[in-house]
Nanobody, 128 residues
Framework: QVQLVESGGGLVQPGGSLRLSCAAS????????IGWFRQAPGKEREGVSC????????YYADSVKDRFIVSRDNAKNLVYLRMNSLKPEDTAVYYC?????????????????????WGEGTTVIVSS
């Protein structure tokens, strides 16, 4: 059974950092592109970042570029999202999701409708 589990969310002050983790069971993470998405209250789910399976290409939304870093640890079957210089507008539930195709395109990487499996999410609150 395919399962994704996020962890690492919490309350952080503006300007602070958090590292989210995405753990997989039932499949090997490095075989698939893994995306990070977020959904703030009253807003649609949006793409934040993605790391491909083929060549570890990374993709970022403009709103998080130069602040967030996505990475893999294949030995641990984990994908991370390092979030720096956090802002109140980063407050949301963060989800990781898996794309079950051989290649992911730029157009697909941050599109939540293209993902096949989802975790339950972890909450990030940026507030003083």
């Amino acid at each position: 059974q395919v399962q994704l589990v996020e962890s690492g969310g919490g309350l952080v002050q503006p300007g602070g950092s958090l590292r989210l983790s995405c753990a997989a069971s039932g499949f090997t993470l490095d075989d698939y592109a893994i995306g990070w998405f977020r959904q703030a209250p009253g807003k649609e789910r949006e793409g934040v970042s993605c790391i491909s399976s083929s060549d570890d290409s990374t993709y970022y939304a403009d709103s998080v570029k130069d602040r967030f870093i996505v990475s893999r640890d294949n030995a641990k079957n984990l994908v991370y999202l390092r979030m720096n210089s956090l802002k109140p507008e980063d407050t949301a539930v963060y989800y990781c999701a898996a794309y079950l195709g051989p290649h992911i395109t730029t157009a697909q990487a941050l599109d939540p409708t293209k993902m096949h499996y989802w975790g339950e999410g972890t909450t990030v609150i940026v507030s003083s």
